[in-house]
């Protein structure tokens, strides 16, 4: 049977992760979103609240998927807020994906907070192709640690390490995910650093990717409405992210003036991103 994805699917709560005290894994079945690229997002309509766009994450069940959120605003904290059993709807799997180079031989995944959730399902290829790969995962503390044992377990059958950074030194290397970066970058040859998570810190791996010539994929969040590339709200420049991203490589990034800096809230205003660390 054919299904249009732009159509809602109404899917249940199968199984809740609970991965930190802010940070819950809902697992359901879905058969498109179990199928998805790395880097794809789902449009999630959370009834009667809102429509938020979430990257689909790895389930270990066949025929399944889930959605990783941080309880935040009125919308995530709905979401994280749902039980087992409860109803959802989904719509997608919808972008583009992270790409693997022919005979690609070691990557670098790096990414911080939910911003590791399409890296997760990039780990599960590198681990299907044999592409052995160092992950640096980032958070602000040790209560903010999540996912480190699924890496180590989807990326079991590569040579790979997994490095976990925290901003106060709590757990893993003290520091950020991009101070270690800059260690490994000099030390080891790359083919190619995949990442997502805040702006600023795929702005600075970016530009040490670059500095090391060492190609790049990003994923990047923006406020999304439609997801499907019709009302404009996702634009970055003349890009939209719903349709010709998420996933931009580093020409892409390069020519992208606002990439780093510019954001736009939900009327289409401009604001300065700002760092805040
Ligand atoms: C492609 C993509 C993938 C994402 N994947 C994840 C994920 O895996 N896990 C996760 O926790 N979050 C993810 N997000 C962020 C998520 O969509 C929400 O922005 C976030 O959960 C905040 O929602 P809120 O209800 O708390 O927002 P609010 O508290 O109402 O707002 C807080 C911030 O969220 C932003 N926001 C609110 N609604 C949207 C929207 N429709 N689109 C984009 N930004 C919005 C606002 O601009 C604001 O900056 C992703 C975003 C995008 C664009
Ligand atoms: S969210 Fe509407 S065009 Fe991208």
């Known amino acids: 049977m054919h299904i249009n ?32 690229h790395p880097g ?5 309509w959370i009834p009667r ?10 389930s270990d069940k066949k025929m399944h998927a889930a959605i990783t ?9 709905a979401l994280f807020n749902k039980k087992v059993g409860e ?16 005979n690609m031989k070691k990557a670098l995944l790096i990414g911080g907070g939910t911003g590791l959730v399409p890296l997760m399902r990039l780990a599960t290829k590198m681990n299907e192709f044999g592409i052995n790969s160092t ?6 503390s040790k209560t903010e640690v999540f996912f480190e044992k699924q890496a180590n377990r989807f990326l079991k059958n590569t040579k790979h390490k997994v490095i976990v950074t925290t901003d106060d030194g709590s757990y893993g290397f003290k520091g950020s995910a991009t101070d270690t970066l800059a260690t490994i970058i000099k030390e080891e040859k790359f083919d ?16 040490l990717a670059s500095e090391y010539s060492v190609s790049v994929e990003a994923s990047l969040e923006r406020y999304m409405k439609c997801g499907i590339g019709i009302c404009g709200s996702c634009c970055v420049g003349e890009q939209l992210v719903c349709k010709e991203g998420t996933v931009f490589n ?3 990034l390069r020519l992208m003036t606002e990439f780093g800096r510019i954001y736009r809230d939900k009327t289409g205003r401009k604001s300065h991103i700002v760092d805040y660390n």
């Open 69 to 77: 959120i941080r309880k935040g605003g009125f919308g995530s904290t």
């Open 5 to 36: 994805i732009d159509h809602i699917r109404i899917v249940n709560i199968d199984n809740i992760i609970e991965e930190t005290p802010s940070i819950r894994t809902l697992i359901f079945r879905d058969k498109l979103s179990s199928n998805a």
């Open 87 to 102: 109803i959802i709807g989904i719509r997608g799997p919808y972008g583009n994906h992270f790409t693997i180079i022919k």
């Open 40 to 44: 794809q997002f789902l449009m999630v």
């Open 250 to 252: 580093e020409k892409d």
């Open 135 to 140: 992950f640096v995962m980032g958070a602000r």
């Open 192 to 207: 190619r650093v995949y990442t997502c998570g805040p702006e600023l810190m795929m702005k600075k791996v970016f530009a």
């Open 49 to 58: 609240v809102e429509e938020l766009p979430l990257s689909v994450m790895i």
